[in-house]
């Protein structure tokens, strides 16, 4: 009885040892995380719609610890109103605070849509950057129905509802308005270029037909600051009032767990959940891009 009530003495005080011990390392994440740093926020792959990542740079431009905002791109583009939500977010930040946007291997388009709402831009010499554009794309499946053997009838209450349809020929009045909806969207883009790095005349011309370019090309147009990595980043950030040396911690959307096995294989619903809507967007309807092709 006597060695029972020693366990059972012993393990209580194991169990309250690793209490303390658990409330002192969640005080030391708290601690550390109020603590100044510079928080680091990846966009990385298509560009679409997420208020969730919109919210939480919301909170980077509210949260007293965050001295600064390093934006790490590595992206195509995506969508025209989700690249101009995004840069939207990212200027939120920037009315308070400083923010420098680092280049990865790709910052095309809409990607280069977030690089302009920072401060400073850096890209490494060979990043793929530029490429100011819209495009509008869509899907011609009469032949491949011709083939089958199946027709389509359509009706509509106009002749712009609707349009483009894969199952008939897009009227030229449509064509027509389509490239206004298109123009539209790429004076949006042009100006903010020329808004947010001084370009104008030839200089506008040169460097928003569209073309893409390499980070040294981009730097000799006038479209990005600097040459460099996450270092030279810092470095600009140290000269513009951010304390030197502290710490860098990366910035992420919290998803929604999904079940044992899902995190065993890697699968986040939420971002099953994200990706099956990207798709749904990519194939329902018209859709504008800013987007390397």
Excluded: C
């Amino acid at each position: 009885m006597r060695r029972i009530f020693t366990f059972w003495r012993l393990f209580a005080l194991a169990v309250l040892g690793l209490a303390i011990y658990a409330a002192a390392s969640t005080d030391a994440v708290r601690e550390a995380r109020g603590a100044p740093h510079v928080a680091r926020f990846d966009v990385a792959g298509l560009i679409t719609a997420d208020p969730a990542r919109d919210a939480l740079l919301r909170e980077l431009a509210e949260d007293e610890a965050v001295a600064a905002v390093m934006i790490r791109i590595d992206s195509p583009g995506g969508t025209v109103a989700g690249s101009e939500a995004l840069y939207e977010a990212i200027r939120t930040i920037a009315e308070v605070k400083p923010v420098v946007a680092q280049m990865e291997e790709v910052a095309a388009s809409g990607g280069y849509i977030a690089a302009i709402a920072a401060d400073h831009i850096v890209a490494r010499g060979n990043t793929l950057t530029g490429s100011i554009g819209v495009v509008k794309q869509e899907v011609d499946a009469r032949g491949l129905l011709d083939s089958l053997g199946v027709a389509i009838s359509e009706r509509r209450s106009d002749v712009f509802k609707a349009r483009p349809s894969p199952f008939s020929e897009t009227p030229p009045e449509v064509a027509a308005w389509e490239e206004e909806l298109l123009d539209d969207a790429y004076q949006w883009f042009r100006a903010l270029v020329a808004e947010r790095r001084g370009l104008e005349g030839p200089a506008l011309e040169d460097a928003s037909n569209g073309r893409a370019f390499s980070g040294r090309q981009a730097l000799a147009r006038g479209l990005v600051d600097e040459i460099g990595g996450p270092e030279a980043a810092l470095e600009w950030l140290s000269a513009n009032g951010v304390a030197r040396g502290l710490p860098v911690r990366q910035a992420e959307v919290e998803r929604e767990r999904g079940s044992l096995l899902g995190r065993f294989l890697g699968l986040d619903p939420s971002e099953l959940r994200r990706a099956s809507a990207q798709f749904d967007r990519l194939t329902s309807g018209p859709r504008f891009y800013s987007i390397l092709q």
